[in-house]
C-alpha cells in the first residue's frame, strides 16, 4: 500500500513553465514517479520527443488560444488530464522602472498577470478535462513574496530587485487557490499552492554577496536547490495528499517563520 503512496503511474500531468530552473527539476520526478509529463512551454526541446512519457506541445501561458489548443492536444494524445502544476509566470518593471514611483500601468498590469492571471486561465481551462476523468488534482506556485515584502536592504545594487507587481500577484495566486478549492471540490478537483524561498538560479545569478545576503535571511543559513522543490509538489500531485485541498506549502529554508 505505502508503496504506491506517491505512485504517479497512469496518471497524465501537464507542467508548464517545465523548462525551466524549478521546472525541469520536476519534470523529471513526476517520470520518475511513473506520470506522463506533458511540459507546457513557449519552446519545445528535442529531448521531449524522444520519450514517450515526456511530451513538449508549445504553450503561451498569456494567450487564452494557444492555453486551450495545448490542453486539447495533450487530451488527444494522452486520453485525459489528471493534474495540472502551474508553475509558467513572467513578470515587468524590474530594474530603476520598477519602483512604486516609477512603475507604469502598463508594467503594474503585465506582472500581474504574469504570476496571477496565468493560474487563472490555465485552471478555467483545464476544468472540463479533469471533470471528465472524474477528478484531479491542481499546484499553483506562489511565492515567499505572496506572503512577506522583499527586504530592500538585502538586494543593494544586484540587479534583482523584486518588483511590488509581482508579489501582489503571488499573494492573488494563494487566495485564488483557496478560492477553487472551495468552488472546484463538488467536481472531485483539489487544488492546492506551494510557495517558494530563496531559489536563485545559478546559471543567472552568480552574484556572491547576494546569495550570501539571502541566505542569511533563513533560518537554514543557504538557498534552496532546485531539487528541493521536488518533494512538495509530488506530495501534492499524488494520492498522498487525496485529504488535502485549499492548503499553501511554504518551501523557503524558514525565511517567512520568523
Known amino acids: 500500500m ?7 503511474e497512469h496518471k497524465t500531468v501537464v507542467i508548464t513553465g ?17 506520470a506522463t509529463v506533458v511540459i507546457a512551454d513557449l519552446e519545445v526541446k528535442e529531448q521531449e520527443k524522444e520519450d514517450a512519457r515526456i511530451i513538449g506541445i508549445r504553450c503561451d501561458v498569456s494567450d487564452t488560444a ?7 492536444e495533450t487530451n488527444n494524445r494522452c486520453g485525459g488530464i489528471d493534474v495540472l502544476i502551474n508553475c509558467a509566470s513572467y513578470g515587468a518593471g524590474y ?22 492571471g496565468t493560474a487563472f486561465r490555465c485552471t478555467r481551462e483545464v476544468v472540463p478535462y479533469m471533470e471528465a476523468r472524474g477528478g484531479g488534482s491542481i499546484v499553483n506556485f506562489g511565492s515567499m513574496y505572496g506572503l512577506v515584502s522583499p527586504d530592500p536592504s538585502i538586494y543593494g545594487d544586484s540587479g534583482a530587485n523584486n518588483p511590488a507587481n509581482y508579489g ?7 487566495q485564488f487557490t483557496r478560492y477553487s478549492a472551495a468552488h472546484l471540490a463538488a467536481k472531485g478537483i ?11 538560479n545559478p546559471h543567472f545569478q552568480q552574484d556572491k554577496q547576494f546569495h550570501e545576503e539571502l541566505s542569511k ?5 543557504r538557498v534552496g536547490k532546485a531539487e528541493e522543490m521536488i518533494g512538495s509538489i509530488l506530495l501534492l500531485a499524488s494520492g498522498a495528499s487525496s485529504y488535502m485541498t485549499g492548503t499553501n506549502i511554504v518551501v523557503d529554508g524558514g525565511w517567512t517563520a520568523w
Not at 66 to 72: H, P, Q, R
Open 190 to 200: 483539489r487544488v492546492n499552492s506551494v510557495s517558494p524561498g530563496p531559489f536563485p
Open 18 to 34: 517545465g523548462n525551466g530552473f524549478l521546472g525541469s527539476a520536476i519534470v523529471r520526478a513526476l517520470y520518475d514517479f511513473g
Open 66 to 72: 494557444s492555453i486551450k489548443a495545448m490542453f486539447e
Open 168 to 174: 501582489a500577484g503571488k499573494a492573488a495566486v494563494t
Open 95 to 116: 530594474g530603476k522602472q520598477g519602483t512604486i514611483e516609477q512603475m507604469s500601468d502598463e508594467d503594474w498590469q503585465k506582472g500581474i498577470d504574469g504570476a496571477a
Open 217 to 221: 535571511k533563513t533560518m537554514l543559513k
Open 2 to 8: 505505502y508503496e504506491s503512496l506517491f505512485s504517479l
